[in-house]
C-alpha cells in the first residue's frame, strides 16, 4: 500500500516570499500525484498535480517538484498571498481513489 | 451545475442513533466516493461507486455503516448506533472513471457530532 506523509503539520511565511510544503512516499508504482487546498468548513479542492514521468509542473504561481529517487515531493507557491492560507493535502492517485497525506497547514502574513 | 452537495452540512446526534448523509455528485461523473476526515487528519477512503455498483470498501467502514447510490445518481451513507468516535467530517466526492490525473471534485462536506 502507499503511505503518503506531510511531516510538516504546519508553517508560516510572509506575504511575497516562498511558501514550500513537503511531502514523502513510500511505493515507488504511481501515476499522478496531486495537491489539494483547503479551506475552513469547505471541501478540498484540486490545485495542481505532476505525473510520474515528469520531475515539475508549473500553474502560475504554483509549482511542484518530484524528487523520484528520494520518493520526496514539494509544492511551491510564490509569491505567498494571505489568501493562500489554507490546509494543503498531498494525495497519491492509487488508480481507483486518492490516498491523502496528513495535511500542512499554511499561514501567510501580511 | 453548481458541483458536489451534501446533506445535512451539520448532524449532531445522541450516541446509539442512526444517521443519514446524502451526497449529490456532478450530474456526468459516474464515480462517487466517500471519505471521512478527523481533526488533523487528512481524507481517508471508505468507499466508491461506479454508477450504481459499489466497488471497494475500506477496512474503516464497519458493519454500521452501509453506503448506497441505487440509480448511480445520488447517494446515502448510513451510521447505524452511532458512537462517539463516529464524530468526523463525511466528504463525498465524484469524477468522471479514474480521469487522467484520478483528481476528484468533493462537496463542502458533512460534520457529524456523536455526544
Known amino acids: 500500500d502507499q503511505q503518503v506523509k506531510q511531516n510538516s503539520p504546519s508553517l508560516s511565511v510572509q506575504e511575497g516570499r516562498i511558501s514550500i510544503l513537503n511531502c514523502d512516499y513510500t511505493?515507488?508504482?504511481?501515476?499522478?500525484f496531486l495537491w489539494y487546498k483547503k479551506y475552513p468548513a469547505e471541501g478540498p479542492t484540486f490545485l495542481i498535480s505532476?505525473?510520474?514521468?515528469?520531475d515539475k509542473n508549473e500553474d502560475g504561481r504554483f509549482t511542484v517538484f518530484l524528487n523520484k529517487s528520494a520518493k520526496h515531493l514539494s509544492l511551491h507557491i510564490v509569491p505567498s498571498q494571505p489568501g493562500d492560507s489554507a490546509v494543503y493535502f498531498c494525495?497519491?492517485?492509487?488508480?481507483?481513489?486518492?490516498?491523502f497525506g496528513g495535511g500542512t497547514r499554511l499561514m501567510v502574513k501580511p | 451545475d453548481t458541483g458536489v452537495s451534501q446533506d445535512p452540512r451539520h448532524k449532531i446526534t445522541k450516541r446509539g442513533q442512526n444517521v443519514t448523509f446524502r451526497c449529490d455528485p456532478i450530474?456526468?461523473?459516474?464515480?462517487l466516493y466517500w471519505y471521512r476526515q478527523t481533526l488533523g487528519q487528512g481524507p481517508e477512503f471508505l468507499t466508491y461507486?461506479?454508477?450504481?455498483?459499489?466497488?471497494?470498501k475500506s477496512r474503516l467502514l464497519s458493519d454500521r455503516f452501509s453506503a448506497e447510490r441505487p440509480k448511480g445518481s445520488f447517494s446515502t451513507l448510513e451510521i447505524q448506533r452511532t458512537e462517539q468516535g463516529d464524530s468526523a467530517m463525511y466528504l463525498c466526492?465524484?469524477?468522471?472513471?479514474?480521469?487522467?490525473?484520478?483528481?476528484?471534485?468533493f462537496g463542502e462536506g458533512s460534520r457529524l457530532t456523536v455526544l
Open positions: 505532476i505525473s510520474s514521468i515528469k
Open positions: 461507486f461506479q454508477n450504481e455498483a459499489q466497488l471497494e
Open positions: 511505493n515507488s508504482m504511481f501515476d499522478y
Open positions: 450530474s456526468e461523473h459516474n464515480r
Open positions: 494525495a497519491h492517485n492509487a488508480g481507483n481513489m486518492l490516498t
Open positions: 466526492a465524484s469524477s468522471i472513471g479514474t480521469g487522467l490525473t484520478g483528481e476528484l471534485f
